[in-house]
């Protein structure tokens, strides 16, 4: 498949672990974040969202978290499995008059059966 | 996956030639758009579309031009193809602009 990123961060966890990705923002107007994930050879695809008016938000297994203080955001997979590996990246909706969404770069995550 | 095809999905073609990639989407969203993808820069804006025939540059335009004839249909066009422009490209749609986009599967360009 496709190299996404020859140099993304890559965090590394044992099967059954709990997994916790970081993504900083930078921009104050974000005020919609969104999750991706993508496998090799496939799309981005959308995991979970968060509006800025919240801190918390959880999905099946997976749990995003916001802190508007700092600009940062987190997603935390419960109980990681061999097909959770893939690269995450975090994606920001500014809002400055017109909308825009910026991605982050991502980070690969490989689960360790 | 949100009913969005990319074709083709690989393409090997030379430097100087045109090439065109089409994204048809069966979600009747209205945001169109194309990224490329490329190790160390993440997905990158080259076009979106908000509507049939209106379109908008991205960060990333220079070489390419695009086209919405229809709702469903948004064509990436590489008038002639340097080998700067291998990469993968991803088509994206969203319902409104402050919507989360939703991806296809791509299509690996490589230009030799």
């Known amino acids: 498949g496709e190299s996404v990123g020859l140099h993304l961060p890559t965090l590394s966890v044992q099967e059954g672990d709990n997994s916790i990705i970081n993504c900083a923002y930078s921009?104050?107007?974000?005020?919609?974040f969104i999750w991706y994930k993508q496998e090799s050879g496939k799309g981005p695809q959308f995991i979970i969202d968060?509006?800025?008016?919240?801190d918390k938000r959880q999905g099946q297994r997976v749990t995003v978290l916001l802190n508007k203080t700092v600009k940062h955001l987190s997603l935390q997979i419960a109980a990681t499995q061999p097909g959770d590996s893939a690269v995450y990246f975090c994606a920001e909706i500014l809002n400055t008059g017109g909308f825009k969404t910026i991605f982050g770069a991502g980070t690969r995550l490989f689960v360790k059966a | 996956d949100a009913g969005i095809t990319q074709s083709p999905r690989h393409k090997v073609t030379e430097t100087g030639t045109p090439v065109t990639l089409r994204c048809h989407q069966t979600e009747n969203h209205r945001y169109m758009y194309w990224y490329r993808q490329d190790p160390g820069h993440g997905l990158r804006l080259i076009h979106y579309?908000?509507?049939?025939?209106?379109?908008d540059k991205g960060e990333v335009s220079d070489g390419y031009s695009v086209s919405r004839s229809k709702t469903e249909d948004f064509l990436l066009t590489l008038e002639s193809a340097t080998s700067s422009q291998t990469s993968v490209y991803f088509c994206?749609?969203?319902?409104?602009?402050?919507?989360?986009?939703?991806f296809g599967d791509g299509t690996r360009l490589s230009i030799l």
């Open positions: 579309s908000y509507g049939v025939k209106d379109t």
């Open positions: 968060i509006r800025s008016n919240m």
């Open positions: 921009n104050s107007a974000s005020d919609y």
């Open positions: 994206a749609i969203s319902r409104e602009e402050n919507q989360p986009q939703h």
